[in-house]
């Protein structure tokens, strides 16, 4: 199975709030190290960069780098998902520079895939590594599951870890090419039109209505804008090391 990884990186500021207490320089370059970690190993992986006006140290560290002309999120949304469009591999894993990784989550995630599209309706599926804080205190839960459209979330077993069927997705997951391209238009509405749509008005309605998306119980990634209630992510944000010791390229 053939995966592009194409990660979107800018370690100057930040268009959401956090509740991390860590510089986004710090977020990125550790967050970059875990990834490098978790591919590294992982055959039929090719992984490209688009940075978007990091600092010179930063870039100095990125693998397969695409520098864009245009700055600002929307330039650099734009590119990913025109690559991803552009893919000919089996699955593209878009990834943002503040997803810190496992070093396994790479390898599960692919064997996860193995195991769950022969069971899925149709030939497409979306997974993402990170269990979502809001899944646990959304309105309604109690009352409607784990679905925004207010449908039952179903647990299913993984490789190593339980997943649940999932409505809900930042910036980071897998799918295919095709999908990306079959419903090009939602991806393309957020990434022209951010900050006045967002994820729930756009890409978050394929998988409430035709993708089904799966998210583990257990993170392999945690996204560091919120602190999980449940996982804590400390002992894995010590275990990457700030920017000079990232790795390089073979």
């Known amino acids: 199975m053939q995966l592009d990884i194409i990660l979107r990186t800018h370690d100057q500021g930040s268009v959401h709030g956090r509740d991390v207490p860590y510089?986004?320089?710090?977020?990125?370059?550790?967050?970059?190290?875990?990834?490098?970690?978790?591919?590294?190993?992982?055959?039929?992986?090719?992984?490209?960069?688009?940075?978007d006006h990091s600092s010179d140290e930063?870039?100095?560290?990125?693998?397969?780098?695409?520098?864009?002309?245009?700055?600002?999120?929307?330039?650099?949304?734009?590119?990913?998902?025109?690559?991803?469009?552009?893919?000919?591999a089996d699955l593209v894993y878009i990834v943002e520079d503040d997803y810190?990784?496992?070093?396994?989550?790479?390898?599960?995630?692919?064997?996860?895939?193995?195991?769950?599209?022969?069971?899925?309706?149709?030939?497409?599926?979306?997974?993402?590594?990170?269990d979502c804080p809001a899944n646990y205190h959304r309105d309604g839960y109690f009352n409607g599951g784990i679905g925004r459209d207010g449908s039952t979330g179903m647990i299913v077993g993984g490789i190593n870890r339980a997943w649940r069927s999932n409505t809900h997705t930042?910036?980071?997951?897998?799918?295919?090419?095709?999908?990306?391209n079959k419903y090009w238009g939602a991806f393309d509405d957020l990434c022209k039109n951010w900050p006045n749509v967002d994820e729930n008005k756009t890409w978050?309605?394929?998988?409430?209505?035709?993708?089904?998306?799966?998210?583990?119980?257990?993170?392999?990634?945690?996204?560091?804008?919120?602190?999980?209630?449940?996982?804590?992510?400390?002992k894995l944000w010590r275990a990457n090391k700030s920017m000079h010791t990232l790795k390089k390229a073979a």
């Open 58 to 88: 930063t870039v100095s560290m990125l693998r397969n780098l695409i520098s864009l002309q245009d700055s600002g999120n929307n330039a650099s949304l734009i590119k990913v998902f025109e690559l991803a469009a552009e893919s000919t």
């Open 170 to 180: 930042g910036g980071t997951f897998c799918t295919t090419p095709t999908v990306i």
């Open 100 to 130: 810190l990784h496992y070093p396994e989550a790479i390898s599960e995630m692919l064997e996860t895939w193995e195991k769950f599209i022969p069971q899925v309706q149709g030939d497409d599926m979306c997974l993402s590594l990170v």
């Open 23 to 51: 510089a986004k320089k710090e977020i990125v370059q550790r967050c970059v190290n875990s990834l490098y970690t978790a591919v590294d190993g992982v055959e039929g992986v090719n992984l490209v960069t688009v940075d």
């Open 204 to 234: 978050n309605k394929v998988w409430e209505q035709h993708v089904p998306l799966f998210t583990p119980l257990i993170p392999l990634a945690y996204h560091l804008s919120e602190i999980h209630p449940y996982h804590p992510h400390d």
